[in-house]
């Protein structure tokens, strides 16, 4: 079947503003285009557009999806099971913090308390499946079952307070980041050795032996893994690059 720009949007629930963008980047060309001007997408770029929203719920950058897609060895199927086993994780997720707030609105509507350590309870659950979800295939290969099992364990065991905490040291290192890398701050300034300093407290809280060479490791894989950066670039692109080269210049000094 074949569509106009119109059409496409509405049935993949863009604008069509959306899809022209995409067309001049490169990463969704019509299959033709008429003497008119008017563009018409067939069913290789309807499968294309659906991968791309895809990639774009998972939070990845354009011009990463771009490079994703156009590689000669991307397998769809292969990252359609991927997609489906996120997109299950993150249900898994939604789930237990639905729980939470549906026990929390029971316990209010029966005017009982509701213990702290319960209304946090869902919400470091939820941080760890995200992780995992994210990271923990690579982070099982690079550093064993064993060391990642301690880390989701020490995240559950936080108090309401240290779980505050490393929520609120998280947020400062991405804006901070994101200040940074606007500033055109580089690697060397006492900002970036700050960051440094705040990251390597961030990592304590995940039951994180500091050792200067696995930080390192670490800021390595925050520029060669498209998830970290697209975590650290959501806002502003450049952040995981400062970051990592933040990290190798300062681990160990701060």
């Given at each position: 079947m074949e569509y106009s720009i119109t059409s496409l949007a509405r049935l993949a629930g863009v604008s069509t503003r959306t899809l022209r963008w995409y067309d001049a980047m490169g990463l969704l060309k019509p299959s033709c285009t008429g003497e008119n001007g008017y563009r018409r997408y067939g069913a290789a770029e309807v499968d294309r557009l659906q991968d791309i929203l895809f990639y774009r719920a998972l939070g990845l950058p354009l011009a990463r999806i771009r490079e994703i897609l156009d590689d000669p060895s991307f397998d769809r199927l292969t990252a359609l099971r991927g997609h489906l086993s996120a997109l299950e994780s993150e249900r898994e997720r939604?789930?237990?913090?639905?729980?939470?707030?549906?026990?929390?609105?029971?316990?209010?509507?029966?005017?009982?308390?509701?213990?702290?350590?319960?209304?946090?309870?869902?919400?470091?659950?939820?941080?760890?499946?995200?992780?995992?979800?994210?990271?923990?295939?690579?982070?099982?290969?690079k550093y064993g079952d064993a060391e990642v099992d301690s880390a989701h364990k020490a995240v559950m065991g936080l108090t309401k307070e240290q779980y505050a905490e490393w929520k609120r040291l998280g947020d400062e290192i991405r804006s901070r980041l994101e200040t940074?890398?606007?500033?055109?701050?580089?690697?060397?300034?006492?900002?970036a050795r700050e960051i440094v300093s705040l990251h390597r407290r961030w990592l304590s809280f995940s039951g994180f032996e500091y050792d200067e060479t696995r930080h390192r490791g670490l800021a390595a894989i925050y520029t060669s893994d498209e998830r970290f950066a697209a975590y650290y670039d959501r806002n502003v692109p450049g952040c995981a690059a400062l970051l990592a080269s933040a990290i190798e210049r300062w681990a160990g000094q701060c």
């Open positions: 939604i789930n237990g913090l639905i729980r939470s707030v549906e026990t929390t609105i029971a316990a209010i509507e029966r005017k009982v308390s509701m213990d702290d350590e319960l209304k946090f309870e869902a919400l470091k659950r939820s941080a760890v499946d995200w992780n995992e979800q994210q990271f923990g295939r690579e982070a099982r290969k940074a890398v606007k500033a055109k701050s580089d690697a060397d300034s006492a900002e």
